[in-house]
């Protein structure tokens, strides 16, 4: 089965400092990944995605995330957060895009 | 296009009452996804289409929720007999699949709410 775990509920950081989101997932083969974005009252938006080839995958607004198969991992990662990156981030994976339960990112300026 | 459109944006309905929600894709678009998410949950998938064909069902999906998509452009969601439980906001997302997994693009949702 298809499956998303994201073990942080909630995150904090200061803006300027550097940032990771982790993702492990379930899933029967070569899996299709993303991280997408929801900021408070609008809409999801992808961040970037990965399907083959190069692991270190870059994304918009700074983000890039690293794929690794031995741990089952996706996690996002952003070198110096922006006090516009708070938001809620959701790892998703597979054809169905089955998504994780989210972590939110709070910035403190 | 002006990207995904839904309709309506909010609904509220007394328990015991069908609802419907209506999702236009992205024209080009051959893929049709539906999601259900609650406050502070990620998306959870509902049900998908290649054209028209509906080609996965969640297993937590119940009998009272149906999809279409008859001619493989819009799509309706109909929940029938809602209960409390159903209220929550339903999102519907569009995608070019070539083969490979498209970026979804999402809707702005339908807000549920059943009293």
């Known amino acids: 089965a298809q499956s998303v775990t994201q073990p942080d509920i909630h995150i904090t950081v200061s803006e300027g400092a550097s940032l990771e989101l982790r993702c492990n997932y379930s899933?029967?083969?070569?899996?299709?990944l993303f991280w997408y974005v929801q900021s408070p009252g609008q809409g999801l938006q992808l961040l970037l995605k990965y399907f083959s080839g190069d692991t270190l995958v870059q994304g918009i607004k700074g983000f890039e995330a690293e794929f690794k198969r031995s741990q089952s991992s996706f996690n996002l990662r952003k070198p110096s957060v922006h006090w516009s990156d708070a938001a809620e981030y959701f790892c998703?994976?597979?054809?169905?895009?089955?998504f994780g339960t989210g972590t939110s990112l709070t910035v403190i300026p | 296009d002006t990207g995904v459109s839904q309709d309506p944006r909010h609904k509220i309905t007394k328990r015991g009452q069908n609802v419907t929600f209506r999702c236009d894709p992205i024209s080009e678009h051959n893929r049709l996804y539906w999601y259900r998410q609650t406050l502070g949950q990620g998306p959870e998938f509902l049900t998908y289409?290649?054209?028209?064909?509906?080609?996965?069902k969640s297993r937590l999906l119940s009998d009272r929720f149906s999809a279409e998509r008859p001619k493989g452009s819009f799509s309706t969601l109909e929940i029938q007999r809602t209960e409390q439980g159903d209220s929550a906001m339903y999102l519907c997302?569009?995608?070019?699949?070539?083969?490979?997994?498209?970026?979804?693009?999402f809707g702005e949702g339908s807000r549920l709410t059943v009293l």
């Open positions: 997302a569009s995608s070019w699949d070539r083969g490979i997994v498209g970026e979804l693009f």
């Open positions: 998703a994976v597979g054809n169905q895009f089955y």
């Open positions: 289409f290649q054209n028209e064909a509906q080609l996965e």
């Open positions: 899933y029967g083969a070569t899996p299709y």
